[in-house]
């Protein structure tokens, strides 16, 4: 599965998480050369608004307005955008975005919720992992052992409930 990205967001969390103060870690430079520009024509592109909205494993229903910063980032594996809430990755390669409220949640002392979804389109649908810090960390190794790679979010969906993760569904949409 897309372990490799889901490791980084989960482990990106954490500086974030303790930092409080919403601004994002330093990013890594791509150490080939000059880093890619986004193009103009981007799914994500900075200062939208994308929502993320769905349905916890426990049932809690959820709706979360993420706005992406004015500046482009830089190319490091994917486009990690600064989101008010966030994190917001957008993985092309592996048609993924990863998209948190772990600012929120942190803040207001309620649980991260963090989306994993397919791009579909123009938006993306997928997993909704919700939890503590540890919580969403303790999720790794359950999630290195589906190995399927997926091809639609409803196989994604099933391979992490099969490998024991309590996850939920969502949806990331852009704000029109």
């Not at 399927?148 to 992490?160: C, I, L, S, W, Y």
């Amino acid at each position: 599965m897309k372990r490799h990205l889901v490791l980084a967001a989960l482990l990106t969390l954490t500086p974030l998480a303790h930092a409080g103060s919403g601004n994002a870690a330093p990013r890594a430079v791509t150490p080939f050369g000059t880093p890619k520009a986004l193009p103009g024509n981007a799914l994500v592109r900075p200062g939208q608004t994308w929502v993320m909205t769905g349905t916890a494993a426990g049932g809690e229903r959820i709706s979360r307005e993420l706005k992406l910063s004015a500046q482009a980032p830089e190319w490091d594996n994917g486009w990690d955008f600064e989101a008010d809430k966030g994190i917001f990755s957008w993985q092309p390669e592996d048609r993924l975005i990863i998209a948190t409220d772990v600012l929120t949640g942190m803040t207001d002392d309620t649980d991260i919720h963090m989306c994993l979804g397919m791009v579909e389109g123009s938006g993306a649908r997928g997993v909704l992992l919700s939890g503590d810090l540890d919580t969403l960390q303790s999720y790794i190794p359950k999630l290195d052992a589906a190995t399927d790679e997926p091809r639609n979010a409803d196989e994604f969906v099933q391979a992490v409930r099969k490998a024991g993760v309590a996850a939920g569904t969502c949806t990331l949409t852009l704000k029109r």
